[in-house]
């Protein structure tokens, strides 16, 4: 089946103790990025990756890191989270930015306490 | 700056009363407009692309149409299934065409 998955789908965490939230897709997709969901703010990019080893900042990149060292895994890396980053996490996948018909992971709940 | 307006925020509807969700944009060139919908603690759930003004695309009881400035996606004789959040995104025609900019959503509620 193909699928973007994330892990963990839940989690609670204290101010500064850094954590990874994972995502992989299974479609071969070249495009992957991250996404935060905040109430009445719509979705907002994090990062994006266009391929292995190949990544950008989205409109709200502080805060977090990403790395694309294998096409199918696209981690997303807060370093010391902070409570303004709690929010719901979601990871996408596409084809490539030119079909960039994405494809979402299931979402993380992240609350920084 | 890319923006993308949905209204309403939130509709109504009884089962079996069309409807029609907008989408207004404003972006530098457009590569591509998406919609997508959205169940409750789930991920967006891809729907449509659609590329240029006069384009439309079709499934089971959505249609999305497309002008120079906004997007319309009506339903047709709705069912309570169709209960969701509606996203539209854009997509820019820049130079890196890199990002989708998401609207905040119509939440459609069809009631029984």
């Known amino acids: 089946e193909a699928q973007v998955t994330q892990n963990p789908r839940y989690l609670i965490t204290v101010t500064g103790k850094k954590l990874t939230v994972t995502c992989s897709q299974n479609?071969?997709?070249?495009?992957m990025s991250w996404y935060r969901q905040d109430p009445g703010l719509g979705l907002r990019q994090i990062y994006y990756?266009?391929?292995?080893?190949?990544?950008d900042k989205g409109d709200v990149p502080e805060g977090y890191k990403v790395s694309r060292k294998e096409k199918r895994n696209f981690p997303l890396i807060l370093e010391s989270p902070s409570p303004n980053q709690t929010s719901l996490y979601f990871c996408?996948?596409?084809?490539?930015?030119?079909?960039?018909?994405?494809?979402f992971g299931p979402g993380t709940r992240l609350t920084v306490l | 700056e890319d923006q993308v307006t949905q209204s309403p925020e939130a509709l109504r509807l009884q089962e079996g009363e069309s409807s029609s969700l907008n989408c207004s944009y404003t972006?530098?060139?457009?590569?591509?407009l998406f919609w997508y919908r959205q169940d409750p603690g789930k991920g967006p759930e891809f729907l449509f692309t659609?590329?240029?003004a006069g384009e439309e695309k079709e499934k089971e009881r959505l249609k999305a149409t497309l002008t120079k400035k906004e997007s319309f996606l009506h339903i047709t004789a709705p069912k309570p299934e169709d209960s969701a959040t509606y996203l539209c995104?854009?997509?820019?025609?820049?130079?890196?065409?890199?990002?989708?900019?998401f609207g905040s959503g119509t939440q459609l509620t069809v009631l029984p």
């Open positions: 972006v530098s060139g457009l590569r591509g």
């Open positions: 659609l590329y240029s």
């Open positions: 995104a854009v997509q820019a025609d820049s130079g890196s065409a890199r990002q989708l900019t």
């Open positions: 996408a996948s596409s084809t490539s930015v030119l079909h960039n018909e994405q494809f």
């Open positions: 479609m071969n997709h070249e495009y």
């Open positions: 990756s266009m391929n292995v080893e190949v990544t």
